[in-house]
């Protein structure tokens, strides 16, 4: 007998510095981002952006010992410009090496 998942949840926004669950998920959507990569590259970019975005702001809350409160996107990239802007420069790699040509 086999375990068979029909389906189960995502959601990478935690409640505190040490939600697990969210971790996880973050964890889960940006392997899945990089598999399906090939095949939907603007579902997989949205979904690394939207992980990522979790993430960093999970690992700040964390660092700065604060409760996490919601960021919104301009201060997003103040915060962390030099971490997105390595993001953006890896996806173009992974872009050109592929042949294709995306605009980022």
Do not use: C
Not at 20 to 42: C, K, N, V
Not at 49 to 68: C, F, G, M, P, R
Not at 72 to 82: F, I, N, Q, S
């Amino acid at each position: 007998m086999s375990l068979e998942m029909k389906y189960f949840v995502i959601k990478p926004k935690a409640k505190d510095p040490y939600d697990m669950w969210a971790r996880a998920s973050q964890d889960a959507l940006i392997a899945y981002s990089e598999r399906i990569r090939t095949t939907d590259f603007l579902l997989a970019d949205q979904l690394l952006v939207w992980a990522t975005k979790e993430k960093i702001s999970q690992d700040y809350s964390l660092k700065t010992n604060k409760q996490i409160q919601p960021m919104d996107e301009a201060e997003l990239y103040r915060k962390h410009r030099d971490e997105l802007k390595y993001m953006a420069k890896g996806l173009r790699s992974l872009t050109k090496s592929e042949g294709e040509n995306y605009e980022i």
